[in-house]
């Protein structure tokens, strides 16, 4: 006959006073069925007591072993480790609401559209990016449809074709100063 011990093992007792009368019965009570469960570092652990969430070793793995995946936290795309909400860094930079921000760029201050620009503001851009552009300007160029508005150096809108020394911003969030010299005829 055969009894449980404390660490989920049976113990074959001769005197004939085990509770289970064979060793496959004992086992199945009192052995738990092997079980693993995910450590911090992204490894399958197996647990003696039968309390891991997973039967097999497998379905552990297929978990803890997972692709890449983001979540968005406090505007920014963080990587978790098969357990985010975006299997893609572009889904989740996609969905995730980023602040406006400002870059430098060789034709001006742009907004790259996914929080990584290094100013809060266009203002704080123009600024420090001091970036001069000589253009000849004419109504072409101030015509086309992607100008959303044009301010001179006090940050006055200026309706006209101006000349002189003016700052230009499109609807993609891209500025530029201008200096335009008027032509004499």
């Known amino acids: ?13 001769d005197d004939g006073s085990g509770i289970f009368s064979s060793l496959e019965d004992c086992e199945s009570i009192c052995v738990p069925a092997p ?31 997972s692709a890449p995946s983001w979540n968005c936290v406090d505007d920014f ?4 480790l098969g357990y985010g909400q975006f299997s893609s860094l572009e889904d989740c930079e996609l969905s995730c609401n980023f602040k406006e921000s400002w870059k430098c760029d060789l034709g ?8 990584s620009g290094i100013y809060s ?3 704080e851009c123009i600024t420090n990016c001091h970036l001069n552009n000589i253009d ?8 086309e449809k992607n100008i959303l508005k044009i301010y001179n150096l006090l940050g006055q809108e200026q309706k ?7 700052i230009i911003i499109y609807k993609n ?12 005829q």
């Open 160 to 166: 006209s074709e101006p000349s002189g020394i003016f």
């Open 121 to 123: 503001n266009l203002k």
């Open 136 to 143: 000849e300007f004419n109504n072409n160029y101030y015509n």
């Open 35 to 65: 079980s693993w469960n995910c450590s911090d570092n992204y490894a399958c652990i197996e647990l003696d007591d039968g309390s891991g969430i997973f039967s097999s070793l497998e379905d552990c793995e297929s978990i803890c072993f």
């Open 108 to 115: 001006g201050c742009i907004n790259p559209g996914d929080g």
């Open 77 to 80: 795309c963080i990587e978790v």
């Open 173 to 184: 969030g891209l500025a530029e100063k201008k200096i335009i010299f008027d032509k004499q």
């Open 1 to 13: 006959s055969w009894n449980c011990s404390d660490n989920y093992a049976c113990i074959e007792l």
